[in-house]
């Protein structure tokens, strides 16, 4: 501990012995003035040293409080730097004095009146008060750590458990939402089998892969062959329609670009569904042009026949997915069959092997009884199609 002995001069052989004791426990005293430069410089050191101890030691003596002593001026720097002096003042009584002459910031705390062996008397009460202090210290470290243990502890939580982003973007930049882990109804009993499926929380793509999206794909890629269509996509008229006339390996080589991968048929139908059983992804309400793009009888997808992906706010599906119903059917990844396997109700991927892969969620030129989230269609893998185009989905990341 940094101690400061503030003693008068003529008291010099009587504070010695108690410096020594002192240095040999281990503290740092300041005690020795004789080194010290008169002067302004002489004050400034004395004042630093003051300001800079954790105990001040006052030795009282008729000498030390004789008026314009110095040590009464170092006594006033202790007052002025610990206005409530618990813990960081010590006043000896090295010689008697009377008490009447003792200044009131010194009678704030007990006098220590040795008796004996005054260095010995001095050393054993400095020594409990840096016990003392680092308890206090030490407590003080311990709920510090509690504290931020705790703090920890949550944040790790919070970082573990915390609801992910409820929007996130893809390598390509394209917006997608989070569908949460937990089960659903899927099927109707007629297209498939009415049951309860579980599926892992996922990342699905907010909107359908667009024309500009696939053009820069092309354009990176270099050898990937263009979609049927293509010469009738003007990037300046159709940017932000979805693109079609891709099949199924197209849709699948551009999710794995992204770094992302086409949805599971089970994903595709909880982003659309939800946990209600509905069977449009806005409810179970008919379809209309205000909630889907469905039932066109024009001749080319991009000339009257797609609309912009999003613009029909109202059919957006539980999680704010839009466009799961009308505008492009969608490629997912599993191979169709008409048979489901009864225990795979757990993150099911269909059959590993197949012929016709799954479509998904009617087209712009599809009946409305062909756009519900139930509906499942199929077609072979290399199949391109004016109103098949795909969006892609992501595992759930922390």
């Not at 010590?90 to 910031?105: E, N, W």
């Not at 712009?364 to 290399?382: E, H, I, L, Q």
Request: with cysteine; proline share 7%; aromatic share 10%.
């Amino acid at each position: 501990m940094r101690v400061f002995l503030s003693y008068s001069s003529e008291d010099r052989k009587l504070v010695e012995p108690i410096y020594l004791s002192l240095r040999a426990q281990g503290h740092t005293v300041f005690f020795d003035r004789a080194d010290l430069p008169p002067g302004e410089e002489y004050d400034a050191r004395i004042r630093e040293a003051i300001e800079k101890s954790q105990l001040f030691v006052f030795m009282l003596s008729p000498d030390s409080l004789k008026s314009g002593s110095y040590t009464l001026t170092e006594l006033s720097i202790a007052q002025k730097t610990w206005e409530y002096p618990g813990g960081r003042l010590l006043p000896v009584v090295l010689r008697p004095t009377g008490l009447d002459q003792v200044p009131a910031y010194l009678k704030a705390i007990t006098l220590l009146e040795p008796e004996g062996n005054v260095a010995a008397s001095v050393a054993d009460a400095v020594h409990r008060i840096a016990v003392a202090r680092r308890r206090t210290v030490l407590k003080t470290l311990a709920k510090g750590l509690i504290v931020a243990s705790i703090v920890c502890a949550g944040a790790y939580v919070y970082w573990v458990k915390r609801p992910p982003n409820l929007e996130t973007a893809g390598k390509d930049g394209a917006p997608a939402v989070v569908i949460p882990a937990g089960n659903f109804i899927m099927g109707d009993d007629e297209e498939s089998p009415l049951r309860e499926i579980y599926v892992d929380g996922f990342y699905i793509d907010k909107y359908e892969v667009t024309v500009s999206r696939y053009a820069k794909f092309l354009k990176t890629t270099g050898d990937v062959k263009p979609p049927d269509h293509w010469e009738e996509a003007s990037l300046a008229d159709s940017n932000e329609l979805p693109v079609v006339g891709v099949d199924w390996h197209d849709a699948e080589a551009y999710c794995r670009w992204a770094g992302k991968r086409l949805p599971t048929e089970a994903e595709w139908e909880k982003a659309a569904r939800g946990t209600d059983g509905r069977r449009y992804p806005w409810g179970n309400d008919e379809p209309t042009s205000a909630r889907a793009n469905f039932g066109k009888s024009s001749g080319s997808p991009y000339k009257g026949g797609l609309s912009p992906v999003g613009i029909h706010d109202t059919g957006k599906s539980p999680y704010g997915v839009r466009d799961l119903a009308g505008n492009a059917s969608e490629w997912v990844a599993d191979w169709f069959a008409e048979n489901f396997v009864r225990g795979d109700v757990r993150n099911p991927k269909g059959p590993e092997s197949g012929k016709e892969k799954v479509i998904r969620g009617g087209g712009w030129d599809d009946p409305p009884d062909r756009v519900k989230s139930t509906r499942r269609t199929y077609a072979s893998p290399t199949t391109r199609s004016d109103d098949v185009g795909f969006r892609c989905a992501m595992d759930l990341r922390r």
